[in-house]
């Protein structure tokens, strides 16, 4: 009794005990609500599939987000510039160009036209069609200008677009340069739009699950207020009787989290058949691109986390009167 | 008796929202190995006064000092360490219906984060100190009344606490378990602890050698012949 009534009546031991103590509290945590949780598995298991269900939705439309860009390549949809060489351009000049053109690795050179072969092709079109090959004899084949066309990859957004054309334009004999962007403004607007509404939702249904659990353990606090007042006049700190709800919250956010895969992976499961199809015809092979373990990761922990939020509003709103509940 | 009081009041008001006065200028000591008992009729302050040096409440006027430092100055990390140095036994024994006995005495020293092998030790030393040896897989809704009492005061002491409190501990238990309690707080105080009690069974308490603190409308007779 003696070396009881020598400790500090105020002060926490020191760190490496404080240290030891504080892990062997989380271990007990971790086993007490493991174990309350297995006993109340069904409506564990009704939270975890709201939680699951309001998570699938953003995540499934990053996923959307994601195989929407691999669909831009499938179908061809890339931009380009075609370069009008003035006449009288020489090859040597034309190969200069190539070859600044070819050091960017994003760019590539599908074509280069010269004057005579446009001619040829003018001619030929001409034969084919009126039936008289001799109809611009005596033309100078140099009357049409040599031209090459550049392929942009997508996502090459227009101001890339508008520096590029400059600085080709500064290129000697260099006529004209017209880009064909309109169709990557519109791409981009949609996939502005879409990661915008995928924002929104993620923000949104990021709430909804953090509510979700922020009710869910609000009815366990209140069913264990008792117990928890108990805690409270024994020593227990704040973040001790916070905790077991923290540790609920994260997995809520697991069980969520994996629910959410398990919607996802069905959903996918279903429309998969009909994506493998659309994909054959253009020649590719039919996979659903980022449903992975790391994009699986992220989605737990993102479920986790939002679990933790949901707790800590919980246990702040219940926990804040303890003393008064002391009697 | 010895010299330094481990808690002291002085001058303590305490004074409720609607303008009710609890307690009036209460100043009184209590000293390590003694037992007090504070007595006097429902509504008196007994529960005020237990809770102001519990630190569940603050005083209004004047100083709750516990080991030289003001109990209602005390930060909310120091609070804690300061309650569990503090065993608290009320009327209602206020246990946890789903742990066990065991788990129930454990409590304070699972708070701690003490080892098992000490946990379960001295659990057991605290149940057998209240006369409960064997009963640690048993529910509290297996125990009568009184039996529920002496596991909350076993819970109180299991961690040797230098200062215990009582509210009011014998209020649902007949003559001769309040007898047994009044007894386990009076071998408690024998090891040292400041121990202060609140009854209002004048009778008990004089059958039981300890100060007296008598609360009336508030004020305070302090009686050592007790």
């Known amino acids: ?327 | 008796m010895p010299q330094t009081p481990l808690i002291s009041l002085v001058r303590v008001s305490k004074k409720f929202g609607s303008g009710q006065e609890a307690l009036s200028e209460i100043s009184a000591e209590f000293h390590e190995g003694t037992i007090t008992y504070v007595t006097g009729h429902s509504g008196a302050g007994k529960t005020t006064l237990l809770r102001l040096i519990f630190g569940a409440d603050k005083a209004s006027r004047g100083k709750v000092i516990a080991a030289d430092r003001d109990v209602g100055k005390l930060t909310i990390a120091e609070l804690p360490m300061y309650r569990r140095n503090v065993g608290v036994v009320f009327q209602n024994p206020n246990l946890i219906f789903r742990r066990t006995i065991f788990e129930n005495v454990a409590l304070p020293l699972l708070i701690d984060g003490e080892k098992l092998s000490q946990v379960e030790k001295r659990v057991r030393g605290a149940l057998s100190r209240v006369h409960l040896a064997g009963r640690e897989n048993l529910f509290p809704y297996q125990l009568s009344i009184g039996e529920q009492q002496r596991v909350g005061l076993a819970r109180s002491i299991v961690r040797r606490p230098i200062i215990l409190i009582a509210d009011e501990p014998t209020g649902n238990l007949d003559p001769a378990l309040s007898r047994t309690v009044f007894g386990l707080l009076s071998e408690y105080s024998a090891t040292g602890a400041a121990v202060v009690v609140a009854s209002h069974d004048i009778n008990l308490v004089a059958a039981y050698k300890g100060r007296e603190v008598s609360l009336n409308q508030g004020r305070a007779v302090i009686n050592d012949e007790s």
């Not at chain 1, 760190?15 to 006993?39: F, Q, T």
């Open chain 1, 1 to 327: 009794m003696k070396e009881d009534l020598d400790r500090d009546l105020f002060v926490a031991p020191k760190w490496r005990r404080r240290l030891v103590y504080w892990l062997r509290d989380h271990i007990r945590v971790a086993s007490e609500v493991s174990k309350n949780m297995s006993l109340e598995l069904s409506s564990s298991f009704l939270t975890w599939f709201i939680l699951g269900l309001t998570v699938s939705f953003p995540a499934g439309l990053y996923l959307a987000h994601l195989n929407t860009e691999k669909a831009e390549g499938l179908v061809g949809l890339t931009g380009g510039l075609a370069i009008y060489f003035q006449t009288g351009t020489t090859e040597s000049e034309i190969i200069s160009l190539q070859d600044w053109i070819t050091q960017n690795p994003e760019l590539e050179v599908k074509e280069v036209r010269s004057s005579e072969k446009s001619f040829e092709d003018l001619l030929s079109t001409i034969s084919d069609q009126t039936r008289e090959p001799n109809l611009l004899e005596g033309i100078d084949h140099t009357v049409l200008p040599a031209i090459m066309l550049v392929e942009l990859p997508a996502g090459y957004n227009e101001r890339r677009l508008i520096t590029l054309r400059s600085e080709i334009e500064e290129f000697p004999r260099v006529d004209s340069v017209v880009m064909q962007y309109e169709w990557l403004e519109r791409l981009a607007a949609l996939q502005s739009l879409i990661e915008k509404f995928w924002l929104l939702s993620s923000f949104l249904f990021g709430l909804a699950s953090v509510l979700v659990t922020s009710i869910s353990i609000s009815f366990a606090i209140q069913g264990q207020l008792e117990e928890l007042k108990v805690f409270h006049f024994l020593g227990a700190t704040k973040r001790q009787v916070r905790r077991p709800f923290i540790y609920l919250g994260a997995i809520f956010g697991i069980g969520g989290g994996l629910m959410a895969l398990f919607i996802l992976a069905l959903v996918l499961s279903i429309i998969e058949p009909s994506l493998s199809s659309l994909d054959l015809s253009y020649g590719q092979e039919g996979l659903i691109v980022g449903f992975d373990l790391f994009f699986s990761s992220v989605l737990i922990l993102c479920c986790v986390f939002l679990g933790i939020i949901g707790a800590t509003l919980a246990a702040s709103r219940e926990l804040i009167n303890l003393d008064e509940l002391v009697s």
